[in-house]
């Protein structure tokens, strides 16, 4: 990046301003380049250390900052660039002084490079800003749009690459640095991020938080409402808005034996507390592994604790993906699929062999269903994938995730479990707070793992999953005794037997989602409305198979659940379940008409990430 472009003078008039020193950290951090997704040249200067000072606007949808970084340059440094999207940069110094800076041009995905000049002593650069209204990265919630719908909320979601939304940093997963912040809020309101949190609101509306460990931008946090915590145990609790604390203390009790059984697989939990903020049901994801701080959908409380396998996933994010980063996007795999084998060890050891089977079908299914919709020999069912140019974001599909997890079974089933558990525990420890791209992951394996072994090499063939598009024939072949049964049922159901008299009342929900994925291709109307009667799909209050149940609804044109249907895509902004039924809708004509219809109602409860995959949807 060079300078040639528009010359912002160093202001300096920034309405709100904050002074600190940053504070040198101790930790050594690896850097890598080449990251097609930031503008940030690490070869010539990174970031070590943030001290943010942040002040949270609800009326103007605004947060007004400074980030003061602690940088190290390298010799003959120059400049040293930053990611920013749609921030107003006010000032800039550099160790206190007025330097020249230049925003460069808008890339549609990336933003805008920020280039400050600095020399290879420059130690420390502060950056005055303000975020603009419809900054990516935040959603700003009016009270009638959270649970308690007394107060504003304000939440942010920086993976992968909207962190340069709210705070000018180097956004690439490459780039590690630890953080301090100051962050001032509305009196009757809370702010948590993901560093160390206080558990209860302190009258000043400031509040400060300090993450020691270095981590990449996209796990940067924070979260603005009226929060109360209940604590789970030695190093788990909860946060949630006063009307969903109680139920939320509840889903997730079993927080604490989940992190116990964490650690009794792959080593220490390294980051001190492990909390969950139930957010707002406009969260575009289930769950986010923000550090110390998971944020989670309140979709996952069902009521009868059958979703928690999502926290297992998010806290297993503590060791793959926080503890050891994919280096960039292309790389996701190493966080996604190594974090969906962790989740179903946690909840195998939890629930036993035969719940973790049902977790794996699932999964699979959705695989299976990805690889039809992209094509087997599409270029994104590759392991290690190439987004250059494109929205990382767009390549985000169940393929990391779930063709990452065939992978691990086949190296698992291959090594036998005691040696590959041996390797990951060792994986863990020797890349903790590191990041890694695929190819070193490749080199480790082989030193690790297959050290000469060619045929565990050849029998594993981990270039052929990694390299090539679609489902190599050594994928496993996975069974669930519990699915079997479902199965069962189904059948007698097709052949005349009566809903109500299925065997269902052990079945989890789960076994309910097997069940309706199921159901035949031909399935009538009529035989949804005798379905419903015994089971009350369409009130189901368990989000999952609500959101499978409706899906159905509309490829059958069910239309007793269109109410339901309507409170469902009006209430929930999270993306794995709607964008599957605007989808449907989008099919025939008539569909697209009802989904633009309530699109327009719903969309302004939906974050900027799901608004903009059903736009395009829609458009
Ligand atoms: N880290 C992801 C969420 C994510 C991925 C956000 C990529 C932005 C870009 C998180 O851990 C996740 O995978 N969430 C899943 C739940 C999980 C149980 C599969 C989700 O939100 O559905
Ligand atoms: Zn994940």
């Known amino acids: 990046m060079n300078l040639k472009y528009t010359i912002v003078l160093a202001a300096g008039l920034a309405a709100c301003k904050h002074e600190n020193k940053p504070q ?75 330097t020249s800076y230049s925003l460069g041009h808008e890339d549609e995905f990336l933003g805008r490079p920020l280039n400050v000049k600095i020399n290879s002593a420059s130690k420390r650069v502060s950056i005055w800003y303000k975020t603009s209204s419809d900054a990516a990265a935040l959603q700003w919630l009016n009270p009638q749009q959270t649970a308690d719908k007394k107060y504003p909320f304000l939440f942010t979601q920086s993976e992968a690459i909207l962190a340069r939304s709210w705070v000018p940093c180097q956004d690439s997963p490459g780039i590690r ?125 069902a009521g009868d604790r059958s979703l928690v396998s999502l926290l297992a996933h998010e806290l297993a994010h503590s060791w793959s993906g926080n503890l050891v980063t994919n280096a960039t996007w292309n790389d996701m795999w190493l966080n996604e699929g190594f974090t969906n084998y962790f989740e179903r060890r946690i909840m195998e050891k939890m629930e036993g062999k035969n719940y973790a089977d049902m977790l794996a079908q699932l999964g699979f299914q959705e695989l299976q269903g990805t690889l039809q919709d992209l094509g087997a020999t599409n270029p994104d069912t590759k392991l290690k994938l190439d987004l250059k140019g494109r929205n990382p974001d767009d390549g985000l599909t169940d393929i990391a995730y779930e063709k990452g997890y065939c992978l691990l079974r086949v190296m698992e089933n291959a090594a036998g479990r005691e040696r590959f558990d041996a390797f990951l525990n060792k994986y863990f420890a020797s890349h903790a707070f590191q990041t890694i791209t695929t190819e070193e992951f490749i080199n480790y394996y082989y030193k690790e793992l297959i050290k000469g072994d060619k045929a565990l090499g050849d029998k594993i063939a981990i270039e052929k999953w990694v390299y090539e598009p679609g489902l190599p024939d050594n994928c496993p072949k996975f069974t669930s005794a519990r699915f079997d049964e479902v199965n069962k ?108 219809d309530i699109y327009s109602k719903a969309r302004p409860n939906y974050h900027y990430v799901a608004q903009e995959s059903i736009d395009n949807l829609l458009k």
């Open 24 to 98: 040198a950290t101790q930790q050594q951090v690896t850097t890598r380049a080449d990251d097609a997704h930031s503008f940030s040249d690490p070869k010539q200067a990174v970031v070590k250390h943030l001290n943010l000072k942040l002040t949270v606007d609800f009326d103007k949808k605004q947060i007004c900052g400074m980030a003061d970084w602690a940088i190290s340059a390298k010799k003959g440094a120059k400049t040293i660039i930053f990611d920013t999207n749609d921030l107003q940069i006010d000032s800039v110094k550099v160790d206190g002084d007025s």
């Open 489 to 596: 049922a189904l059948e007698q159901w097709i052949n005349g037997t009566a809903a109500s008299a299925l065997p269902t009342n052990a079945w989890s929900s789960h076994e309910w989602l097997h069940f309706v994925r199921h159901l035949p291709e031909n399935i009538t109307t009529t035989q949804m409305k005798e379905l419903d009667k015994a089971f009350h799909f369409t009130q189901s209050g368990n989000s999952e198979v609500l959101g499978a149940w409706l899906l159905l609804s509309v490829k059958k044109r069910y239309v007793a659940a269109y109410p339901a249907l309507n409170t469902f895509l009006e209430n929930v902004g999270r993306r794995r379940f709607i964008l599957p039924i605007y989808k449907q809708l989008a099919a025939s004509e008539d569909g697209k008409k009802m989904a633009k």
């Open 177 to 301: 640095f630890t953080y301090d912040a100051k962050v001032s809020v509305p009196k009757e309101l809370m702010a948590v991020m993901s560093a160390s949190n206080v558990t209860q609101k302190n009258t000043s509306g400031t509040y400060q938080f300090n993450q020691k460990n270095a981590i990449p931008s996209y796990l940067m946090a924070l979260a603005v409402g009226d929060l109360e915590f209940r604590s789970l145990g030695r190093n788990t609790g909860v946060y949630a808005e006063p009307s969903v604390i109680k139920k939320a203390a509840w889903e997730f009790e079993g927080l604490q034996k989940m992190m116990d059984s964490a650690e009794k697989l792959y080593g220490k939990y390294r980051w001190g507390r492990y909390d969950v903020l139930v957010l707002p049901p406009s969260f575009p994801f289930g769950g986010m592994e923000n550090p110390e701080l998971t944020f989670a959908t309140p979709t996952i409380i």
